[in-house]
Nanobody
Framework: QVQLVESGGGLVQAGGSLRLSCAAS????????MGWFRQAPGKEREFAAG????????YYADSVKGRFTISRDNAKNTVYLQMNSLKPEDTAVYYCAARRGMLYNIGSKYDYWGQGTQVTVSS
């Protein structure tokens, strides 16, 4: 059974940085795609960044491009989201998600989800 556990959220001032982690377990993820999604209060969930385990190809939403970096550590089965130059509008619960196969920026395409970690950016 696939399990995804996020960590690393917190409160940070605008312009600051945070690194989120997503520890994955339960199977071999070499043919999986991993995504980071976020949901702000009163808003729909949106895609932030994604990565393929194999090859490491990445994709970013325009809103985070140039500020966020997604990466993975194959040995630790962990995906990271390095978030720099944070803005108040980045405040949201951030979720890690996994699916077998291609990388998508659509949440409904993902089969497994973590419990989420809160990121709050103060102005």
């Amino acid at each position: 059974q696939v399990q995804l556990v996020e960590s690393g959220g917190g409160l940070v001032q605008a312009g600051g940085s945070l690194r989120l982690s997503c520890a994955a377990s339960g199977r071999t993820f070499s043919d999986y795609a991993m995504g980071w999604f976020r949901q702000a209060p009163g808003k729909e969930r949106e895609f932030a960044a994604g990565i393929r385990w194999s090859g490491g190809s990445t994709y970013y939403a325009d809103s985070v491009k140039g500020r966020f970096t997604i990466s993975r550590d194959n040995a630790k089965n962990t995906v990271y989201l390095q978030m720099n130059s944070l803005k108040p509008e980045d405040t949201a619960v951030y979720y890690c998600a996994a699916r077998r196969g291609m990388l998508y920026n659509i949440g409904s395409k993902y089969d497994y989800w973590g419990q989420g970690t809160q990121v709050t950016v103060s102005s």
